[in-house]
Every structure is written in structure tokens, then in C-alpha cells.
């Protein structure tokens, strides 16, 4: 399950424990319509298992629902973009 935190203008999307997550992508948010992905990094013992990708998803369905857009600077998020298409609606 993927949870999400934001403090002011930071936040993050994590699995496991806020504490001690497993997997995480950190975010801030340079406007209030306008998300910067910063960094992706998954343990190994969720490596192999797309837990980046649903990391990124996750990002994607929370920027749709809050009419906010995502600009990728973590290079794994760039490189999920770039492959999917149908995720590039919220970019701007």
C-alpha cells in the first residue's frame, strides 16, 4: 500500500512505515498547482517488484484529483514519463 505525507511544501509517497519506508518518492511543491518530483529510491527488498512505477502512478492519480501538474526532475520519474504515454496529462 502506498501512503502519502506533506509538511508545508514537502511531501513524499512511501510503502512500509513513515519511520522506516521501504520505498519512496519525495516531492515539493513549487506552486500550489505545480508538483516537482525529486528523487525515487526502492530498498532492495522491493527491488524488481514496480514499486517506482506505482510510486509514480500514485503521483499521477493525486495530480489529476487535485488539478495539479508534475514536473519530473528524479530521472527514474522522467524515464516513467517518457515510456507511458498515457501518464504525460499532468506534466507541463
Not at 506533506?6 to 512511501?14: D, E, L, S, T
Not at 506552486?31 to 527491488?47: A, R
Not at 520519474?77 to 501518464?87: G, I, M, Q, T, Y
Request: charged residues 25%; aromatic residues 8%; proline residues 5%.
Amino acid at each position: 500500500m502506498i501512503h502519502q505525507h506533506q509538511n508545508g511544501n514537502h511531501g513524499i509517497f512511501y510503502v512500509g512505515e513513515e519511520s522506516d519506508p521501504l520505498a519512496t518518492m519525495t516531492y515539493t511543491m513549487a506552486t500550489p498547482e505545480k508538483m516537482i518530483i525529486n528523487h525515487t529510491e526502492v530498498s532492495d527488498e522491493l527491488s524488481g517488484k514496480n514499486i517506482g512505477f506505482q510510486l509514480v502512478t500514485k503521483a499521477v492519480e493525486y495530480a489529476r484529483m487535485s488539478n495539479i501538474k508534475i514536473i519530473p526532475f528524479c530521472p527514474y520519474a522522467k524515464s516513467v514519463f517518457d515510456r507511458k504515454p498515457e501518464l504525460r496529462d499532468v506534466l507541463d
